[in-house]
């Protein structure tokens, strides 16, 4: 039998097990445990707490939706292992409605961590939330990337997320069929001889297009980013601090096993029954 089959008999019998219409037997406690015994019970429930226990991660926008669970998993993040759940906060001016949101909500009691472009917006609105908006117990908050790379406008060094990346590999990326404009792939040496590593990378490539005839480069972000996280032979330093931070959070917060009255009111009643053992 499949695991959704074993799972679907297993709550059929806790529905049965658990109505004040039905009286529990032996029988039923047995064919619990015909569901492959403890073990297989055991990894089902914890399956279902680490889904509820989980860690937040909130991303900025639908590039880093796309992208991070690629980067994270081929970092080493098993998601339903340990419980993430990514979340995409659409736009750095949303950031503090989203905390408020969540701190209404049944998950204000989750571990969060709150991802955004180390740019000259991101670093404004995480200067502006006060202690008011979010826990500072259960929120992290963590910047992309997480050294910095470029210079902005108002001295500010940072980046975004295509800054995780080396230069080299992003304009590669950049102009790779899959991206650029048939028209202007050969022109990636030319490209190279103005590009300024220490100054925003996108715009650069999008000013470049727009001066060349392509005035639709912006269109290719989305696509750009599941480009450069699916292609990458070295992870970026920001994504291993990432898988760090998650790590270190899973750990302050763990996933416990559920103690619910039904396993305890079931060794009550019927210590000798077969099941005895998983319902500790």
């Not at 499949?2 to 047995?30: A, C, P």
């Not at 399956?47 to 509820?52: G, I, L, N």
């Not at 340990?82 to 949101?101: E, S, T």
Request: with cysteine; glycine share 4%.
């Amino acid at each position: 039998m499949s695991i959704s089959g074993l799972m679907l008999r297993y709550n059929l019998v806790i529905r049965k097990i658990t109505t004040q219409e039905f009286k529990m037997s032996y029988t039923d406690i047995d064919a619990a445990g015909d569901l492959q015994g403890e073990y297989l019970l055991y990894e089902f429930l914890m399956e279902k707490s680490t889904e509820q226990q989980c860690i937040y991660l909130f991303v900025e926008g639908e590039s880093e939706e796309i992208a991070f669970p690629i980067l994270l998993d081929g970092a080493g993040i098993v998601y339903y292992d340990i419980g993430l759940k990514i979340a995409n906060y659409n736009g750095i001016g949303n950031l503090k409605h989203a905390l408020r949101l969540l701190n209404n909500t049944l998950s204000n009691d989750r571990p969060v961590i709150v991802t955004y472009d180390n740019d000259e917006d991101g670093t404004r609105v995480v200067k502006q939330i006060s202690n008011n908006d979010y826990n500072n117990d259960l929120i992290r908050l963590f910047p992309i990337p997480s050294v910095e790379k470029v210079i902005y406008n108002n001295n500010h060094k940072g980046g975004s997320f295509e800054e995780i990346f080396t230069p080299k590999y992003f304009i590669d990326c950049c102009f790779s069929e899959a991206i650029m404009n048939t028209g202007l792939i050969n022109k990636k040496k030319e490209f190279l001889i103005i590009f300024d590593k220490k100054k925003p990378w996108f715009n650069q490539v999008k000013k470049y297009c727009a001066q060349n005839g392509y005035f639709d480069f912006s269109s290719k972000k989305t696509a750009l980013a599941e480009n450069l996280a699916c292609n990458c032979e070295r992870f970026p330093r920001t994504i291993i601090s990432l898988v760090s931070l998650i790590k270190k959070v899973r750990k302050e917060y763990p996933v416990t096993h559920p103690e619910h009255d039904f396993y305890k009111k079931c060794r009550y009643k019927y210590p000798s029954a077969k099941a005895h053992s998983f319902l500790v």
